[in-house]
């Protein structure tokens, strides 16, 4: 990926709206054209990541017994463990080769409740033995909700809309966080074995962190794959299926996939912004036009992330279902 699709959000609160109108159309010029870009400045304290960095690693290293004790099948509300080749991003595939770690929203100090966030509502589970892990994987939740609640007001502004449009339709209960760590594989991966499989994301956008170890892959509109490398200092934003739907495709949600042929282990953080569960996904005003007649069906954010996530989950389910696991 270019590093002319490199965004500087220095600027995304500033009081001079200007400097926001110009971040506004560079951000609107990305999710136009690639759906992908680069943040740089984006505010997450860099101790945050270290300390979110450093606990992961311990995470995995895990026993696979004490991990799937935790194990996401477990959860009616997709909290906890997913397993190597347990998550199939890609139906075509056999299974992806990252485990994983997924939590929802949970306050830091146990003293606010979260509000309902629909049909994943549900408390996180926490593994035992890591002490300062629970609260080193909150903290990063939290500073990137901040960072995800600052970009919805650029995207309301790049879609032309009043900066303050999303400002009812998110309250944050819809965000997942995932840890993520990928084995290396062989540089011709097996047959239908990838890191992630090619697919889309399924909420509003991403934002990405990712270790020194390239892996991640962006599809261009000729149909290539591009690297999407690490830039030091820098986040990944990418747009998912929710902003596509509700813009009727104006803002592009974009295939990507992961192959860790690196030789070392990989890890990554993804947190996914959805908008709460019970906003309608029709289209916004402006983005149905005579030449871009409405294409999707209306949906409710919550049920359509629900069912995303029991697609990508569905084919790991059946021991836990006869309870032999
Ligand atoms: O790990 C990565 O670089 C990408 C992860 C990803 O695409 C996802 O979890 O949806
Ligand atoms: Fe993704």
Known sequence: ?????????????????????????????????????????????????????????????????????????????????????????????????????????ESIDHATQPCNSGPMTGPNVWPEGLPGFREDVLAYY????????????????????????????????????????????????????????????????????????????????????????PIPGCLVVNLGDQFARWTNDVFKSTLHRAINASGQERYSIPVFFGVDHDVKLEPIPGCVTKDNPAKYEVVLAGEYVKSRLEATYAHSKQPFEHGVA
């Open 1 to 105: 990926m270019q590093r002319s699709l490199n965004r500087d959000l220095e600027h995304i609160a500033s009081p001079d709206p200007v400097l926001r109108r110009v971040l506004a159309a560079e951000i609107r010029a990305a999710c136009v054209n690639v759906g992908f870009f680069y943040v740089k400045h984006h505010g997450i304290p860099e101790a945050v990541i270290h300390a979110v960095t450093t606990s992961s690693r311990p995470y995995f290293s895990l026993p696979i017994a004490t991990k799937t004790k935790l194990d996401i099948h477990r959860s009616s509300n997709f909290k906890g463990y997913t397993a190597l080749l347990s998550e199939n991003a890609n139906i075509n595939n056999k299974g992806d080769l990252h485990e994983g770690f997924d939590i929802g929203w």
């Open 142 to 229: 939290h500073a990137a909700v901040k960072l995800g609640q600052s970009l919805f007001p650029i995207f309301a502004a790049a879609l032309d809309l009043p900066e303050n449009f999303f400002d009812d339709k998110f309250t944050a209960t819809g965000v997942i966080m995932r840890l993520l760590h990928y084995p290396p594989q062989p540089a011709t991966p097996l047959q239908g074995v990838e890191g992630i499989g090619a697919h889309t994301d399924y909420e509003c956008f991403t934002i990405l962190w990712q270790d020194d170890v390239p892996a991640l892959q962006v599809m261009n509109t000729s149909g290539t794959w591009i690297d999407a490398v």
